[in-house]
Nanobody
Framework: KLQASGGGLVQTGGSLRLSCVGS????????VGWFRQAPRKEREFVAS????????YYTDSVKGRFTISRDNAKDTVFLQMNSLKAEDTAVYYC?????????????????WGQGTLVTVSS
């Protein structure tokens, strides 16, 4: 089970940090991804981190602005979002992949959190 939090309202150029807490056994062995879904759009990949934090991967639009990391001791994955833009407005979801790697397709993930809303105002 995954619990995402940290969303909110922020102005353009601001920052937010999202958290995804995993419950259950061996969360550290899972690859974790962040996806987002804006109104009337498909859910899209944002970032992914491999088990133990050994690798990360980002979609081009967030490279240099977002950072994905994990605190294995706390079973938590973070998404630090800086220099936010209006187009980053969406509901953000975290997801877990049992194979433990980094993936950008929704089909690679077996478990999903409930989503947290990020609104960036211009």
């Amino acid at each position: 089970k995954l619990q995402a939090s940290g969303g909110g309202l922020v102005q353009t150029g601001g920052s937010l940090r999202l958290s995804c807490v995993g419950s259950g056994r061996s969360f550290v062995r899972y690859g974790v991804g962040w996806f987002r879904q804006a109104p009337r759009k498909e859910r899209e990949f944002v970032a992914s981190i491999a088990r133990y934090g050994t690798a990360t991967y980002y979609t081009d639009s967030v490279k240099g602005r977002f950072t994905i990391s994990r605190d294995n001791a706390k079973d938590t994955v973070f998404l630090q979002m800086n220099s936010l833009k209006a187009e980053d407005t969406a509901v953000y979801y975290c997801a877990a992949a049992g194979r433990g790697g980094i993936y950008d397709s929704r089909q690679s993930y077996e478990a999903w959190g409930q989503g947290t809303l990020v609104t960036v105002s211009s």
